[in-house]
């Protein structure tokens, strides 16, 4: 049973324009939630983080919104660029109870093409 | 960039063979983890360390074992390589009171 779910396999987006990711989740106790970006032949790489105190996170050109009452994030990039063709993973985890719920689940990901 | 490096980068081998991964780190972090990649599945975890000595099964740890016997290296042994586990495994560090795990670049492990 996915506990992170991230329902789009693929995106295409022009360059300039909004690329607008989501990622669903099941686990009521989930408290923070991460989005990772991974280019082939390497490794993920962190992009930017939400606690559930928040509903929203900025950084740069992107920008994380989180919605608990629908258990919805989404990761906003704008505008987007060709470098930012890669998947991306979205992540959530229990960490206020401790152990291995502190432990992240990942979704599928989503690969997002930018077209020039 | 993390200071995580996971050898070897790329290795073939047969079925019924066994097979270590290293990852080691500079970071002097506590908790280390393993994952495996794969397509339609997205990272699961297969094992976790969080100290020396200390570790726990994730979510696909049937068929692997683990072992830290110093902070900055942990490693995934694979007893007796099946081809399900062709994949892609990524070592990570770091992880608890809110913040991040860092990836090391990942080791490509094919199984004849």
């Known amino acids: 049973d996915q506990q992170v779910k991230q329902n789009s396999p693929s995106l295409s987006v022009q360059e300039g324009r909004i690329s607008i990711l989501n990622c669903d989740y099941t686990n009521s106790m989930f408290d923070y939630f991460l989005w990772y970006k991974k280019y082939p032949a390497e490794g993920p790489t962190f992009l930017i983080s939400?606690?559930?105190?928040?509903d929203k996170n900025e950084d740069g050109r992107f920008t994380v919104f989180l919605n608990k009452s629908a258990k919805h994030l989404s990761l906003h990039i704008v505008p987007s660029q060709p470098g930012d063709s890669a998947v991306y993973f979205c992540a959530a985890s229990a960490q206020n109870y401790g152990g291995s719920q502190g432990n992240l689940i990942f979704g599928k990901g989503t690969k997002l093409s930018v077209k020039p | 960039d993390a200071g995580i490096t996971q050898s070897p980068r790329h290795k073939v081998t047969e079925t019924g063979t066994p097979v270590t991964l290293r990852c080691h780190q500079t970071e002097n972090h506590r908790y280390m983890y393993w994952y495996r990649q794969d397509p339609g599945h997205g990272l699961r975890l297969i094992h976790y360390?969080?100290?020396?000595?200390?570790?726990d099964k994730g979510e696909v740890s049937d068929g692997y074992s683990v072992s830290r016997s110093k902070t900055e290296d942990f490693l995934l042994t694979l007893e007796s390589a099946t081809s399900s586990q062709t994949s892609v495994y990524f070592c990570a560090i770091g992880g608890t009171s809110f913040n991040e795990q860092f990836f090391g670049p990942g080791t490509r492990l094919t199984v004849l």
């Open positions: 360390s969080y100290g020396v000595k200390d570790t």
């Open positions: 939400i606690s559930s105190i928040k």
